[in-house]
């Protein structure tokens, strides 16, 4: 049996094997897929639950495998993901950007040009909600401030006091993320 949950922006799949002879339940990621293993009493519930508890840990675990992370079909999601992102860290900062582009980078995950165009990675929305809205977050604050001083990462600071946790998740999950 298949079944879905869903993490941030991506959809993780996971296929369900329940049996009698099992007495606790069991989550296996490799580079074949997710699998839980369950006894027979467990109901579609139950194990839905025991999924959305370890959903994070069984994310890192398809990175670490290079498992591809289903993302929700629909040719809008980028842009409309990222646009209220952008225009809810804009508010806060008292900035306006001019544009908002999402494409393929290879290299990078954001920028912001002098013209306030505001450009995004669409493999961002391989990463967890709070890594997107540190990205956004960083090239608004280069709308304000264009170099990395000191000014810069106070003004960063102010809004997401935990910055450097995802910057440690992109270091981590860049090479896997980035094609």
């Given at each position: 049996?298949?079944?879905?949950?869903?993490?941030?922006?991506?959809?993780?799949?996971?296929?369900?094997?329940?049996?009698?002879?099992?007495?606790?339940?069991?989550?296996?990621?490799?580079?074949?897929?997710?699998l839980v293993?369950?006894?027979?009493?467990?109901?579609?519930?139950?194990?839905?639950?025991?999924?959305?508890?370890?959903?994070?840990?069984?994310?890192?675990?398809?990175?670490?495998?290079?498992?591809?992370?289903?993302?929700?079909?629909?040719?809008?999601?980028?842009?409309?993901?990222f646009k209220?992102?952008?225009?809810?860290?804009?508010?806060?900062?008292?900035?306006?950007?001019?544009?908002?582009?999402?494409?393929?980078?290879?290299?990078?995950?954001?920028?912001?040009?002098?013209?306030?165009?505001?450009?995004?990675?669409?493999?961002?929305?391989?990463?967890?909600?709070?890594?997107?809205?540190?990205?956004?977050?960083?090239?608004?604050?280069?709308?304000?401030?264009?170099?990395?001083?000191?000014?810069?990462?106070?003004?960063?600071?102010?809004?997401?006091?935990?910055?450097?946790?995802?910057?440690?998740?992109?270091?981590?999950?860049?090479?896997?993320?980035?094609?």
């Open positions: 049996m298949k079944a879905k949950v869903r993490y941030g922006n991506s959809i993780i799949e996971y296929s369900i094997v329940k049996s009698k002879r099992r007495k606790t339940s069991q989550i296996v990621v490799d580079k074949t897929g997710v293993r369950t006894p027979l009493s467990k109901t579609d519930h139950d194990i839905e639950k025991i999924v959305e508890g370890k959903k994070q840990w069984i994310f890192k675990k398809q990175l670490e495998f290079g498992n591809r992370i289903t993302l929700k079909p629909t040719k809008a999601q980028p842009k409309g993901i209220r992102r952008v225009h809810y860290y804009a508010f806060k900062l008292g900035v306006v950007p001019h544009k908002i582009v999402v494409k393929d980078l290879k290299s990078r995950w954001g920028s912001a040009s002098k013209d306030g165009i505001i450009n995004l990675n669409s493999n961002l929305l391989k990463t967890p909600k709070d890594v997107i809205d540190y990205v956004v977050l960083h090239e608004l604050c280069h709308l304000t401030i264009r170099n990395h001083s000191y000014r810069f990462w106070n003004l960063l600071r102010r809004f997401m006091p935990d910055y450097h946790e995802k910057e440690k998740w992109l270091q981590q999950y860049s090479d896997r993320i980035l094609d």
